[in-house]
């Protein structure tokens, strides 16, 4: 596991791309591989999640931090003890950290560790969201599956290969959306053939491809925001927008890394640079 992962991100942090500027707010410095951005709405913050090291490894290196809404830092070390942690959700007051096998839970008030959800058969946890009756769903990326945790049980909400290496995932209304890396995943991270953007009906778990979405790039995170979908292709650094019924466009392009992005509902992104070790704010037209 260990030696699949890491030659791949050692390699994609010595590729070089066009960095973004245009709707760039600021850009919040000094993170460690940082792969989510969350933002807090009831606490007015965001929260960041740093793995600190090899991505699938349980090191104990991996902690939270903390941003205010302007791009400085709150708290570095807000919460410690962690392993890699990846994507995250808020559910009843409580944050949800997918950390390689287990699902971290965090009191979001003191920002104390407060429980580890063991996540049975789990490969490579990754991102996470919560639907409006409370629900957490994580994807376990290396192995084409999806669970759902109520409360402190997890339970496998969905195990499908149309998934193809589930990565972001955005619970919209009464489905889920998906942002798949793709198939046939080598050494490096490439794919035999390309990911695309999904949707999981919450009720039936039928897995939909997007119209004129699908098979056009490896990709990371993803959020729903003004009637368009956003993701993120960590490989090449390019941040897409996609309208119903149209094709993805690209609309930002950073170095490769960039990984599982926020919002804040309204109009601003924030985008997690991996490899830059920096979260930058984009706000949309």
């Known amino acids: 596991m260990n030696s699949f992962i890491t030659p791949a991100f050692l390699a994609i942090g010595m590729a070089t791309a066009p960095v973004a500027q245009a709707g760039e707010l600021w850009r919040a410095t000094g993170l460690e591989q940082p792969e989510s951005a969350l933002f807090d709405a009831a606490n007015n913050r965001i929260i960041v999640s740093n793995i600190v090291g090899n991505p699938g490894a349980a090191d104990g290196n991996g902690y939270l931090s903390v941003l205010s809404l302007d791009g400085k830092t709150v708290s570095q070390h807000w919460a410690d003890g962690m392993d890699a942690p990846k994507g995250m959700a808020i559910s009843g007051g409580k944050l949800y950290v997918a950390d390689i096998t287990k699902v971290r839970v965090v009191d979001l008030a003191s920002g104390k560790l407060v429980a580890s959800i063991a996540v049975p058969n789990a490969v490579f946890l990754n991102d996470m969201t919560s639907d409006q009756s409370g629900k957490v769903y994580v994807t376990d990326m290396l192995a084409d599956t999806i669970y759902r945790i109520d409360g402190d049980k997890p339970e496998l909400f969905l195990k499908d290969a149309m998934l193809a290496s589930p990565n972001g995932v955005f619970a919209d209304g009464d489905r889920l959306i998906v942002a798949s890396w793709g198939k046939g995943i080598k050494p490096d991270f490439s794919t035999a053939e390309p990911?695309?953007?999904?949707?999981?009906?919450?009720?039936?778990?039928?897995?939909?491809?997007?119209?004129?979405?699908?098979?056009?790039?490896?990709?990371?995170?993803?959020?729903?925001?003004?009637?368009?979908?956003?993701?993120?292709?960590y490989m090449t650094g390019t941040l897409y927008r996609y309208h119903a019924g149209g094709a993805p466009e690209a609309v930002a392009h950073f170095k490769p890394g960039s990984a599982?992005?926020?919002?804040?509902?309204?109009?601003?992104?924030?985008?997690?640079?991996?490899?830059?070790?920096?979260?930058?704010?984009?706000?949309?037209?």
């Open 195 to 233: 990911g695309g953007l999904l949707s999981v009906d919450l009720a039936s778990k039928v897995v939909s491809p997007l119209p004129g979405a699908e098979k056009f790039a490896d990709l990371d995170g993803v959020v729903a925001l003004r009637n368009s979908i956003y993701a993120t292709a």
């Open 260 to 285: 599982d992005i926020g919002t804040d509902g309204k109009s601003i992104l924030y985008v997690p640079l991996m490899n830059e070790g920096e979260v930058a704010a984009l706000k949309l037209d």
